[in-house]
């Protein structure tokens, strides 16, 4: 099971940062990556990153220079910041875990509204 | 960049009806590609990855096929909990790259 948290409201040009929480699976797991996607409302999805529990990384080039993912395995989560938000970033964001290139497990979601 | 492209936006269709939705990728993309269903409100659920392996738990009656560029997603006999919006997915390792299409949008008729 994975669960988002996070601030709902985030300033135009601050930093969002968001956390995933996995319950009932390791995310030491050598057989997982840990994903971002996200969901404008009423529209379709995009790929933000993936992470393994060992800290390697993949973006999507479109987000990268604004996009760091982390991962505490004390903690069994990871994270997500993503600087500069603007409007266009808002959306519904969702954690989620990869295993062999598709997301077979989703959190619900959380929405993130940019606004002053 | 790899665009793939869903076809049509939205189907209209009945109750047990045999429905196909399309997914065309720009490049040959082998068999590396996936099928969610996302029911409004809920988050996408995986149905197909590999092209035509189901997801563990998901009904027979969703049958995904193709290779390369063209795929397709069968559903036979759709049910009522069917009506919802498909996404295909594009994955690769390296360069890493997930890409989704836009979405096909499957209503009651």
């Known amino acids: 099971q994975l669960q988002e948290s996070g601030p709902g409201l985030v300033k135009p040009s601050e930093t969002l940062s968001l956390t995933c929480t996995v319950s009932?699976?390791?995310?030491?797991?050598?057989?997982?990556?840990w994903g971002w996607i996200r969901q404008p409302p009423g529209k379709g999805l995009e790929w933000i990153g993936d992470i393994f529990f060992s800290g390697t990384t993949s973006y999507n080039p479109s987000l990268k220079s604004r996009v760091t993912m982390s991962v505490d395995t004390s903690k069994n989560q990871f994270s997500l910041r993503l600087t500069s938000v603007s409007a266009a970033d808002a959306s519904l964001y969702y954690c989620?875990?990869?295993?062999?290139?598709?997301?077979?497990?989703w959190g619900l979601g959380t929405l993130v509204t940019v606004s002053s | 960049e790899m665009v793939m492209t869903q076809s049509p936006a939205t189907l209209s269709v009945s109750p047990g009806e045999r429905v196909t939705l399309s997914c065309r990728a720009s490049?040959?993309?082998?068999?590396?590609l996936a099928w969610y269903q996302q029911r409004p409100g809920q988050a996408p659920r995986l149905l197909i990855h590999?092209?035509?392996t189901r997801a563990t738990g998901i009904p027979a009656r969703f049958i995904g096929s193709g290779s390369g560029t063209e795929f397709t997603l069968t559903i036979t006999s759709l049910q009522s909990e069917d009506f919802a919006v498909y996404y295909c997915?594009?994955?690769?390792?390296?360069?890493?790259?997930?890409?989704f299409g836009q979405g096909t949008r499957l209503e009651i008729k």
């Open positions: 009932g699976d390791s995310i030491r797991s050598t057989s997982y990556f």
């Open positions: 490049q040959s993309i082998s068999i590396n």
């Open positions: 997915q594009f994955y690769n390792n390296w360069p890493p790259e997930r890409t």
């Open positions: 590999g092209a035509s």
């Open positions: 989620a875990r990869r295993l062999s290139g598709a997301y077979d497990h």
